[in-house]
């Protein structure tokens, strides 16, 4: 078996549904994601250790359950299975009404704080090698001053605690929430403005989290997530409240 190889090779009598069910336990893991390719016939036979036929076999398996895409030509790739968290229109809607914001940012402090605490208790030393590296992005984004790369570098991050936890569930729930984040959904100039201007204190808040998860402290890991969300949450109320205070000042002297 190759070095650093996702596939672990195979010696049961039942070799396709030993295949299948591997690579369906690294798409469940989300290991394997939506529209990742996987290595050719001959690498996942080389890698796993069985015949190409077998391999064969076992993606045509894949493939008519629905989990993968084979491409001639192209190679096989992990179908769309997460899907859009929101229709459409439904995502129109909430970028009309920004009111919905609390909504979203409610259901991640749920779900962030019980991930951290997770992957407090439950990374690897391969989740804590990630998280560092995201950490370090993190670190640079924050030094550069450069909006874009904070967001993509706050959105892996959060990505990697969610992996650390090791809740399914979570990862393929959670991959498709921060899809939205990546639509730009969230991340309008209100939401910008209401998060401190230098970046100082989520910052900080992303190293708590940070640390706690290394520590292995899931107590201090779930309620540096809490307050997390719960920051940005107190950050954009008080903003939209400085912008109706803004809007009712100004009719008042337009009367004048």
Known sequence: MKQNSVFQQIDHASVVVT?????????????????????????LAEQMGVSRPKIREALKQLEDNGLINVRHGEGAFIAPLVGSAMSPALIQLYARHQ??????????TAQESFAASLAATRATKADKVI???VMDQLDKAHASGSVEESQDADIAFHSAIIDASHNSLLVHTMS?????????LFYNRSFLRAIDGT??????????????????????ASNAARDHIEFVKRSYVEEQSRDQRDQVSSRRLALM
């Open 19 to 43: 295949i299948v069910t591997q690579i369906e336990t690294l798409i469940l893991n989300g290991i394997l994601r939506d529209g990742g390719r996987l290595p050719s016939e001959r690498d």
């Open 99 to 108: 009111d919905a914001f609390i909504s979203y940012l409610e259901f991640r």
């Open 131 to 133: 998280l560092s590296k």
């Open 176 to 184: 498709s929430i921060y899809a939205l984040t990546k639509q730009n």
């Open 199 to 220: 970046g100082d204190q989520l910052h900080a808040q992303h190293r708590e989290i940070f640390e706690a998860v290394l520590a292995g402290d899931p107590d201090r």
